[in-house]
């Protein structure tokens, strides 16, 4: 063991020990001593903040007599605390609430807070996971674009870096308006709507406006310049039928931990709701956001390892980017030299940029027709538009200029809507409902005339000053139409007794492919065109859960899904768009499937004032699974969508966390997962020998581990997690290390301060052991064998400091 993973597991081991023989007297073993730890907490995440939980206001009931003012201030902050510590959901969904994300640096991901549950791994290149190029999710095998993700009911589509039918959950809502989070530990339920939705889904659901006039603002600094901004107002209720609204807005920016160049972004969020007599209420919201985001640099595992974790773009020195372009690497690039093949042309262009604005506008339907029926309509529209930018060094400019700006601008604008009803009769809840959306999806990609050295401003994402293209390498434009039905009956024989039986039918159908082709450039002499159908009328699912004692749970979920056809730019990574001209476009229509799976899931909880644990044991088999095997070079990819046929998969998650003493929680997990291929490829006439082989990217071994420990209004926590190799190649012979990685945070609330409200200040360290690892892997994807450019080093240690006040 390293001394860093040495370091991480003692300073674990050694803190609940001490800890425990500080604070658990003999008396702790009483009814009395453990009051506060029925109250106290689940696990908290790396990279997160205490919650800093109001104290009772003045209205509060007063104390029993012997209770100090002390007292009674940190049993409320326990009772506040008890329902989102603990593990919250039911059956095989599990449930993150808002004091386990105000754990977070402000500013964090959504999918990074979640990689804290069993389970889910989240990787990213910057600490608070938000740069969409250097990020992924994967949550039981399953990646991102494989998952349901929605936000209030509205489908966001596959959280790909190019999101072609929705956008990223960075750029759709604000992280600190998010109410709650819901995971199934399963394969998702029917009603869901989403074309991608294979093996679960992640619901999130933004908090209402307050019932009173309010606000919150707080600030955030941390290494490399980052600051973060956030404002929030509240109405609270503006007349006697109860409207209220609230609009936050943010503003984040920051400098790269290597490299230069800044992460950009500012976003606003607005929500209206009107509550409809005792029980209904529409909702209407609307969400905007602005992001640039300076990217890091792809690299390759040798170059990794020959050049260091520090080797970025050469931007801002445009120079140093030409003199690569003629092949000549002095000074402190001399051990480019050593690189071997044109590997030192590719270790660093001149920059690489992405820029993205969104918009998100919904109506949330509500209403309670009589004490037996309920009518749910979602009714949306989104849009968004993206750019990202490369200096390629393969593609001269017109001037004679060896180099050139490739810029892929691409875009989507769907509009949709979800109706259903709910009917409960005797023991029964009768859910049925359909999903309607149409798409629009368009991407090309131009090239743009680079100076030579000292004879103009070079072109740059930075700058955007990109004026008239001499190129269009290729267009692809696409329009789906998305139906869905879903039937569910829910049964409860008894008190104790949940059983939910129901299918979903679900029709996609895209129509389009290419609009534009160089063929000097592609070397095709016409790019493919035509429509793709996934279609299925009958996926069901089945869940039953027995709280058949106090405070235990069993439940098991078994669902079948399907995955609609992805589409995208050419030679993008995409099943229409990513096949490389219309004669095998032709070929393959007829023999292409969708990507199907049945998922199995079963699982144990128990909870009581001492102890939680959880086991899980799922299993799923793919079929059809879709893969795309990629080499070239990163500015022109070659990427074949091949079906790599079926793909088995087990796993087991574990969770145990245990309360000794009041405001004392510490908490341990582990899951392991075995996913292999079940069948061989061919390549150009070449078979690969693949069944057997385990899924590339995602860790065999997770374990995590928590301590938490509170005192009045502050609070302190270690997180340590291992993460296991992982496989870059499809064949198994190129993997990247597993790492241990260790953070901590501390926080202190003062509470009222003058006029200020819950005034509180938050302390995160992130990446305490400073550790050099592997972050992110196959953001150009994965190669069939050996090494590819398409791998990004993780951040080393780095400070976060934030104040927050209400008013």
């Not at 609009?247 to 209206?272: C, H, L, P, T």
């Amino acid at each position: 063991m390293k001394s860093t993973h040495l370091l991480s597991f003692l300073l674990l081991t050694s803190c609940s020990v001490i800890v425990s023989d500080l604070f658990f007297p003999a008396q702790a073993a009483t009814g009395n001593a453990r009051t506060g730890g029925a109250k106290a907490r689940k696990a908290v995440s790396p990279k997160t903040r205490p919650s800093g939980v109001a104290v009772a206001s003045a209205g509060a009931p007063a104390g029993k007599a012997g209770h100090t003012h002390a007292d009674l201030h940190s049993h409320t902050r326990e009772e506040l605390m008890v329902s989102s510590m603990r593990r919250t959901g039911a059956g095989a969904t599990e449930t993150m609430t808002r004091v386990e994300m105000d754990r977070f640096v402000q500013g964090s991901s959504p999918m990074m807070m979640l990689s804290r549950k069993p389970g889910i791994n989240f990787v990213a290149n910057d600490p608070l996971g938000v740069d969409t190029w250097g990020s992924s999710l994967y949550m039981r095998g399953f990646q991102q674009s494989q998952l349901g993700v929605t936000l209030d009911g509205v489908p966001l589509g596959a959280q790909d870096y190019y999101t072609y039918n929705g956008q990223s959950i960075n750029f759709s809502i604000l992280s600190d308006n998010i109410e709650r989070m819901d995971v199934s530990d399963g394969g998702g339920d029917v009603e869901v709507p989403s074309t991608t939705n294979l093996g679960g889904s992640i619901q999130i659901t933004s908090a209402d406006p307050h019932d009173h006039y309010g606000g919150k603002v707080s600030q955030m600094f941390g290494s490399y310049n980052a600051f973060r901004t956030y404002a929030r107002v509240d109405s609270g209720r503006l007349n006697a039928s109860g409207t209220k609204f609230m609009v936050s807005y943010a503003r984040s920016d920051g400098n790269k931990w290597k490299g230069s160049g800044e992460q950009f972004d500012q976003q606003m969020n607005a929500k209206i709701v009107q509550p409809i007599g005792q029980e209904s209420s529409i909702k209407a919201f609307f969400n905007w956001n602005d992001a640039t985001q300076f990217n890091y640099a792809d690299q390759t595992i040798d170059m990794l390892k020959r050049l260091g974790h520090r080797n970025d773009y050469y931007y801002p020195n445009y120079n140093a980017a030409y003199q690569a372009a003629e092949g000549i690497f002095s000074g402190a690039l001399a051990q480019y030299n050593a690189l071997p093949g044109s590997d030192a042309l590719d270790a660093s262009y001149f920059d690489g940029v992405t820029h993205a604005v969104d918009y998100l506008g919904g109506l949330n339907a509500h209403l309670v027709l009589n004490r037996h029926l309920e009518w749910n309509s979602v009714f949306y529209g989104q849009a968004e538009n993206h750019w990202g930018t490369w200096t390629t060094p393969y593609v001269p400019s017109p001037s004679g200029s060896l180099l050139s700006e490739q810029v892929n601008f691409g875009g989507n604008q769907k509009f949709g809507f979800t109706s259903a009803i709910r009917y409960q009769i005797a023991k029964n809840t009768i859910d049925t409902g359909v999903w309607y959306e149409n798409n629009r999806y368009h991407i090309d990609q131009y090239m743009y005339a680079q100076p030579f050295p000292g004879e103009g401003t070079p072109v740059s994402g930075v700058l955007h000053n990109f004026g008239t293209p001499f190129q269009h390498n290729w267009g692809e434009s696409f329009n789906t139409n998305t139906f869905q039905f879903h039937l569910e009956d829910t049964y409860r024989p008894l008190s104790t007794l949940t059983l939910k039986a129901g299918f979903k039918s679900m029709l996609v159908t895209t129509v389009g492919g290419a609009t534009a082709n160089d063929a000097d450039y592609n070397g095709q002499s016409q790019l493919a065109n035509g429509s793709l159908t996934s279609a299925k009328a009958f996926l069901p699912h089945f869940n039953a859960v027995w709280h058949f004692l106090p405070g235990h749970e069993v439940y098991f979920d078994i669902a079948r899904n399907m995955r609609a056809y992805s589409y995208g730019g050419y030679q993008l990574g995409s099943a229409f768009g990513g096949i490389a001209n219309q004669e095998t476009f032709n070929s393959l229509k007829n023999t292409l499937r969708p990507e199907t799976a049945w998922v199995y899931d079963v699982g144990y909880r128990y909870n009581s004032n001492l102890i939680t644990g959880s086991l899980n044991l799922y299993h799923a088999d793919f079929s059809n699974r879709l893969q795309n095997l990629t080499a070239g070079t990163i500015t022109q990819p070659v990427s074949t969508v091949v079906n790599v046929g079926s793909v088995s998969m087990y796993g087991v998650d574990a969770a145990f966390t245990v309360r000794p003493i009041r405001n004392l929680s510490i908490t341990n997990s582990i899951s392991y997962n075995h996913s292999t291929y079940g069948d061989n490829i061919q390549d150009q006439g070449v078979t690969y020998n693949l069944a057997g082989k385990k899924v590339i990217a995602y860790p065999q071994l997770m374990y995590k581990a928590n301590i938490t420990y509170a005192y009045r209004a502050a609070t302190i926590y270690l997180d340590t997690n291992y993460m296991s190799k992982r496989y870059f190649s499809y064949i198994n012979d190129m993997s990247v290390p597993g790492y241990w990685m260790t953070s901590m945070g501390a926080s202190y609330k003062f509470g009222k301060v003058g006029p200020l409200r819950n005034l509180k200040f938050d302390l995160n360290i992130y990446n305490l052991t400073n550790i050099s690892y592997i972050s992110q892997i196959g953001e150009n994807g994965f190669p069939l064998s050996g090494d590819y450019q398409s791998a990004l080093a993780g951040s080393p240690r780095t400070y976060f400091g934030t104040i927050s006040t209400e008013f």
